[in-house]
Structure formats: structure tokens, C-alpha cells
């Protein structure tokens, strides 16, 4: 009876274990208008709705992010197609933005809404969508967020199992 009664307890245990997670990885940036350099194309040959409203946008961008630790900094590649949604008289941007670390890249793409005339974008969590080298098969969260002249950013991944 005893062995019943232990070989279910052990049983049991295997059977509820959960897989394990590797620990979470937290890297937090920082950067500014002047540590960004930008280009916008407009689509569409220029077409223009109404004053300085365009059918839509390529916006690509480069921004040198900053860590806690002041000798290292990160490279941000920032590609978005705007369109003008006739529907909403909003941008519906789509964006996949790269962080360029010496041991490898983290990516991430999302989708937020822009006003005509705004030149920031709004605050916005994406999914990270992939990585290479160090960072091959994580999984994760790029968090941006934009407070008193200051973007802050979080990059929150782990191993993927």
C-alpha cells in the first residue's frame, strides 16, 4: 500500500510540474530628439489631402539609445509605412523597429494610429517578433514610452523554450 500511495505522490508531482521559464531579461534605454536622425518620403507622389496631410509616409529613422551604463549605447532602426485612413482622418502606421546590441539584434513590430500633425508617436508596447545571435529565439515585450523630452524604452525578453 505504501509503495500505491508513493508511486501516485510521484506521479502526481511529475504530472503538475510547469516547464520552466528561463529568467526574464530587463534592458531599459534611453534617448532624445537630438540622438535621432530622420527621414520621411512621402507616398503617393506627394499627393496631399488637405494642408499637410499626405495620402502616407515611409518614415525611417536611427536614434542612439542610451543604457545605465554610460559607456554603452544601443542603435534603434525605426521603418514605418503611414497611410492615411480615409475611414478614421488617422495615420494607421505600421512599424518594425531593430535595437543593434554588439552581440546581436532584437526586433519588434507593431501597429498604432498617428494624428495628421502629431510628430511623436504614441506610447506603445509590441511584441518582439525576433532576434539574432545572443538574442536568437527570445521572446518578449519592446515597451516605449515618452516623457519630458525623454523616450524610454524597456526591452523585456526571454529564452523561449
Known amino acids: 500500500m505504501k509503495t500505491i500511495l508513493f508511486t501516485c505522490m510521484v506521479v502526481f508531482c511529475f504530472a503538475c510540474k510547469q516547464p520552466g521559464h528561463s529568467s526574464e531579461t530587463v534592458v531599459s534605454l534611453t534617448y532624445q530628439q537630438p540622438d535621432i536622425q530622420k527621414q520621411f518620403d512621402t507616398l503617393y507622389n506627394h499627393q496631399q489631402t488637405t494642408a499637410g496631410v499626405y495620402n502616407g509616409f515611409i518614415e525611417q529613422a536611427l536614434a542612439i539609445c542610451h543604457g545605465s551604463d554610460s559607456s554603452r549605447s544601443i542603435t534603434q532602426d525605426v521603418f514605418s509605412s503611414m497611410y492615411l485612413n480615409g475611414h478614421s482622418g488617422q495615420y494607421d502606421c505600421v512599424t518594425t523597429t531593430v535595437f543593434q546590441f554588439p552581440?546581436?539584434?532584437?526586433?519588434?513590430?507593431?501597429?498604432?494610429?498617428?494624428?495628421?500633425?502629431?510628430?511623436?508617436?504614441?506610447?506603445?508596447?509590441?511584441?518582439?517578433?525576433?532576434?539574432?545571435?545572443?538574442?536568437?529565439?527570445?521572446?518578449g515585450t519592446y515597451t516605449r514610452k515618452y516623457r519630458n523630452g525623454v523616450y524610454h524604452v524597456q526591452l523585456r525578453y526571454h529564452a523561449a523554450q
Do not use: C, Q
Not at 539584434?105 to 507593431?110: D, E, K, V
Not at 518582439?128 to 529565439?137: F, N
Open 103 to 139: 552581440d546581436g539584434s532584437i526586433s519588434a513590430t507593431g501597429v498604432f494610429n498617428l494624428t495628421p500633425g502629431d510628430t511623436i508617436a504614441p506610447d506603445h508596447d509590441f511584441p518582439i517578433t525576433g532576434g539574432s545571435a545572443a538574442y536568437r529565439h527570445i521572446t
